[in-house]
């Protein structure tokens, strides 16, 4: 099944047509990774390999099989797998071990379209999907043409989302159950046993929407993200959940190799945010940051609001994060283990950096026997910013649809809704005086006491403190007034999360804005909470 050729003095090459199955056992561990790749289940072992992650988007992997037409070889002894040099994609010498018999066999292997590619790291899959694109080449000028290479590129299992609609009314429920009904649209896909309950939902009703949509919708709802796992898995998760494997400061050394790039991200920056909803017109301006700086508008629409103070409100809560100017970081790693969402502590003095980082896309490439990762990490939890927004759009009084055609049924006033505070259970705060702080990556909430139809609340949380001896406490805090809110929770001590403890408040009369704030026992100490308001 493998035959091998020398062309001038460029390269030797051990070409490869056939495959092992996916039982063969692999190479040897040698204190380096080692990566198996596996086509509709048959090994082919492509040595160099592209996989591009990003958050909330397709994963993509491009690689290079190279065969040859018209030949036939036999010969007995060594296997070595796939063993094709050339720049830039090559394969490597991928050795087995002990003696095979090579039979006569045409040494021709062409990739087609759906075909399923698995690639592993070892024993940990880091890719699983579907072939979209193989394109086919001779591999130079200057070599025989009998050599074709075929430029594979393949997609996560995320786009079976693009390819079904869903055609139904979900009934009011939570969001695992929602999950389950649209999970039917997809094949071969089985949702995570574990999946949380989540938020309640009201009834959705989705006429022919693509199944991306509507998980796109559900994240506009409720805040979490959705994935489709290398293994087929669909879940849903809140941003900032999943800790990253390493942090970065002055004593992980080893974490990184070559330089860190820092770079502010403004793309999103406006001082004046102009809201249109049909007739109605809702202008927010930031005297503070107009006095600085030149002006600079956003304009958002909401077509499905229709009162004004449901306008301001919303064009409020929306200034109230594009006026941040983050800091976007990039490093090489040859760590394992990072993976878009997933939230990273970087420390760097040196460039003025100390702070949670959401890391947005991991890059991999696998080539000359190494495997370096580009990361990408943008400085907070940017899609609770979002989700704060988007939540207050999809209940308030408009009711304004969920993105990609599933609408909420009834006014936001028609039932009680969950405003998250904070949500990021793996990021603690401290302070350095005995007094009251922001919860970590706390949210601002916009409450309109009208649309609610009511003055009371009730703030819902879990804590912990991370030393023993310590204790937190939490209250809602005014910031459209600069004052706490009366009422403040009960007092946590332990070091493991505590059961569900909530508390009553009174809000003030009209919209105002709210956040989350803790009181640590002990100064310097971090403090932990996820919480919502309802």
């Avoid at 899959?125 to 086919?136: A, D, H, K, Q, V």
């Avoid at 309950?197 to 709802?221: C, F, H, Q, R, S």
């Avoid at 959401?358 to 400085?379: C, H, M, N, Y």
């Avoid at 209250?475 to 403040?488: D, I």
């Amino acid at each position: 099944m493998f035959g091998a050729r020398y062309f001038g003095t460029r390269y030797w090459a051990a070409r490869y047509w056939g495959g092992a199955t996916a039982g063969s056992p692999p190479p040897p561990t040698t204190g380096e990774a080692y990566y198996t790749m596996y086509i509709d289940d048959v090994l082919r072992g492509p040595r160099q390999w592209e996989v591009d992650a990003l958050i909330n988007k397709q994963t993509s992997c491009r690689f290079d099989i190279l065969s040859s037409e018209g030949e036939t070889t036999s010969t007995t002894g060594r296997a070595y797998f796939s063993s094709y040099y050339f720049s830039p994609y090559y394969f490597a010498p991928y050795y087995f071990g002990g003696t095979v018999n090579i039979p006569d066999a045409p040494v021709v292997y062409r990739p087609s379209i759906d075909q399923t590619v698995k690639l592993y790291e070892d024993s940990t899959l880091i890719f699983g999907g579907l072939i979209t694109l193989p394109r086919e080449s001779g591999l130079g000028n200057d070599e025989p043409t009998t050599i074709i290479r075929t430029t594979v590129n393949a997609l996560d299992y995320k786009v079976l989302t693009q390819w079904r609609y869903v055609n139904e009314t979900i009934p009011a429920g939570t969001l695992r159950q929602a999950l389950i009904r649209i999970n039917t649209y997809l094949t071969g896909i089985t949702l995570d046993p574990t999946q949380v309950d989540g938020p309640a939902l009201p009834e959705l009703i989705y006429d022919y929407v693509k199944v991306e949509d509507a998980l796109n919708g559900l994240t506009t709802l409720t805040g979490y993200l959705w994935t489709i796992s290398y293994g087929g898995i669909l879940s849903m998760f809140l941003p900032g959940m999943i800790a990253a494997p390493y942090d970065i400061t002055p004593t992980t050394d080893d974490v990184t190799f070559g330089d860190i790039q820092v770079e502010p991200v403004r793309e999103k920056y406006a001082n004046r945010v102009i809201g249109k909803a049909g007739n109605l017109i809702s202008i927010f301006n930031d005297a503070a940051e107009q006095a600085i700086k030149p002006i600079r508008e956003a304009l958002i629409t909401a077509p499905d609001t229709t009162d004004q103070i449901g306008l301001d409100a919303l064009v409020a809560a929306y200034a109230l994060t594009s006026v941040l100017t983050p800091n976007r970081v990039t490093y090489q790693t040859f760590k394992r283990g990072f993976a878009p969402g997933q939230l990273q502590y970087i420390h760097l003095p040196k460039r003025n950096l100390n702070n949670y980082f959401t890391i947005l896309r991991v890059l991999s490439r696998r080539a000359e026997g190494r495997t370096p990762r580009q990361v990408t990490a943008l400085e907070g939890s940017t899609y609770q910013a979002d989700f704060a927004r988007s939540v207050y759009r999809a209940w308030s009084g408009g009711g304004a649809p969920v993105a990609g055609g599933g609408t909420p049924s009834g006014g936001g006033s028609g039932m009680r809704a969950a405003y998250p505070l904070s949500m990021v259970k793996s990021q603690g705060v401290r302070n350095s005086a005995p007094d009251w702080m922001d919860a970590p990556n706390a949210i601002h909430v916009q409450l309109n006491t009208s649309s609610m139809g009511t003055l009371n609340a009730i703030v819902k949380a879990q804590m912990r403190v991370k030393t023993a001896g310590n204790s937190v406490q939490a209250r809602l805090y005014n910031v459209s007034l600069s004052a706490p809110v009366a009422g403040v929770s009960p007092i946590i001590t332990t070091t493991t999360w505590s059961s569900m403890v909530s508390w009553n408040v009174a809000l003030t009369a009209g919209a105002y804005v709210y956040k989350l704030q803790l009181l640590s026992g002990i100064v310097d100490e971090d403090v932990f909470v996820s919480a919502y308001l309802e």
